[in-house]
């Protein structure tokens, strides 16, 4: 079994920034991307972010140029890095993991006020 917990969200202005955190822990080989995704009030999920076991990112359109996603050094974790941010990225974030399976984290509230 495998479990992901996220941190790092919280209420930020217009302009802002944060740094989501998402670490996972259980029985673990190896994990072949991570990613993040997020879900506003009435939307869907959508695709935030996503990286490889090798580094290679891959972004949203509506984020580019303004988050970064990281794997930690011990590749368990990943990170978002998200500046200027805008209303329009208040969501729950939720974090996720492929492995055999796709693992998802419980999420977690990022609100941005104007």
């Known amino acids: 079994q495998v479990q992901l917990v996220e941190s790092g969200g919280g209420l930020v202005q217009a302009g802002g920034s944060l740094r989501l955190s998402c670490a996972a822990s259980?029985?673990?080989?190896?994990?072949?991307?991570m990613g993040w995704y997020r879900q506003a009030p009435g939307k869907q999920r959508e695709l935030v972010a996503t990286i490889t076991s090798r580094g290679s990112a891959n972004y949203a359109d509506s984020v580019k140029g303004r988050f970064t996603i990281s794997r930690g050094n011990a590749k368990n974790t990943v990170y978002l890095q998200m500046n200027s941010l805008k209303p329009e990225d208040t969501a729950v974030y939720y974090c996720?993991?492929?492995?055999?399976?796709?693992?998802w984290g419980q999420g977690t509230q990022v609100t941005v006020s104007s």
């Open positions: 259980g029985t673990i080989f190896s994990i072949d991307a």
């Open positions: 996720n993991a492929l492995l055999v399976f796709v693992y």
